[in-house]
T-cell receptor, first 117, second 114 residues
Framework: EAGVVQSPRYKIIEKKQPVAFWCNPI?????LYWYRQNLGQGPELLIR????????DSQLPKDRFSAERLKGVDSTLKIQPAELGDSAVYLC???????????????FGPGTRLLVL | AQSVTQPDIHITVSEGASLELRCNYS??????LFWYVQSPGQGLQLLLK??????LVQGIKGFEAEFKRSQSSFNLRKPSVHWSDAAEYFC????????????FGPGTRLSVLP
């Protein structure tokens, strides 16, 4: 069974440029998560989707970050414009749906490492 | 909102020695508790999880963790460490109530001496 797929694996951009990350979850996993992991820290949840609905985006900096999951499968996370402080690893995870949401095991992709110069 | 602390930033143990990684959480009720491991260049992998019932939880790779409500702790243990266990370990807390958050601790980096 294929795991969570993310692309690109690495991205280097200059500040003020836009950037997008793509995630394909495990087949059948209706719940999808985006995390940001700064160097030396634990992942921080940015947004959680149940199918195509964003049900928890309280931690997403909405002035510059946006996400979509139009058909309830693949998802894209965008930053526009990027700032120096956005340099981090962006992780995507997926899980089976559960009414209380966080009971199910999350399966993580390898992440996209972003460097903003 | 819940929070997680992992008091040890970095731990070094010798191969074959026992291991205990500490995790303390803050939450108004009994949370869902998880331990994940992140090896260099790899994604996060679940080691074990606790929801209810027996407070001693067995996981993969010979790891176990014990939930202690009175201490708000969920420490991870392994009786004999292997060199391949060198990695970053994260404790995480998931809220039981819909709409609340999922929080990772800052992580503990484990080094293993031959």
């Amino acid at each position: 069974e294929a795991g969570v797929v993310q692309s690109p694996r690495y991205k280097i951009i200059e500040k003020k440029q836009p950037v997008a990350f793509w995630c394909n979850p495990i087949s059948g996993h209706n719940t999808l998560y985006w995390y940001r992991q700064n160097l030396g820290q634990g992942p921080e949840l940015l947004i959680r989707y149940e199918n195509e609905e964003a049900v928890d985006d309280s931690q997403l900096p909405k002035d510059r970050f946006s996400a979509e999951r139009l058909k309830g499968v693949d998802s894209t996370l965008k930053i526009q414009p990027a700032e120096l402080g956005d340099s981090a690893v962006y992780l995507c995870a997926s899980s089976l749906p559960k009414s209380n949401s966080y009971q199910e095991t999350q399966y993580f992709g390898p992440g996209t490492r972003l460097l903003v110069l | 909102a819940q929070s997680v602390t992992q008091p040890d930033i970095h731990i070094t143990v010798s191969e074959g020695a026992s291991l205990e990684l500490r995790c303390n959480y803050s939450y108004g009720a009994t949370p869902y508790l998880f331990w994940y491991v992140q090896s260099p260049g790899q994604g996060l992998q679940l080691l074990l999880k606790y929801f209810s019932g027996d407070t001693l939880v067995q996981g993969i790779k010979g790891f176990e963790a014990e939930f202690k409500r009175s201490q708000s702790s969920f420490n991870l243990r392994k009786p004999s460490v292997h060199w391949s266990d060198a990695a970053e370990y994260f404790c995480a807390v998931g809220a039981r109530n819909y709409g609340q958050n999922f929080v990772f601790g800052p992580g503990t980096r484990l080094s293993v001496l031959p």
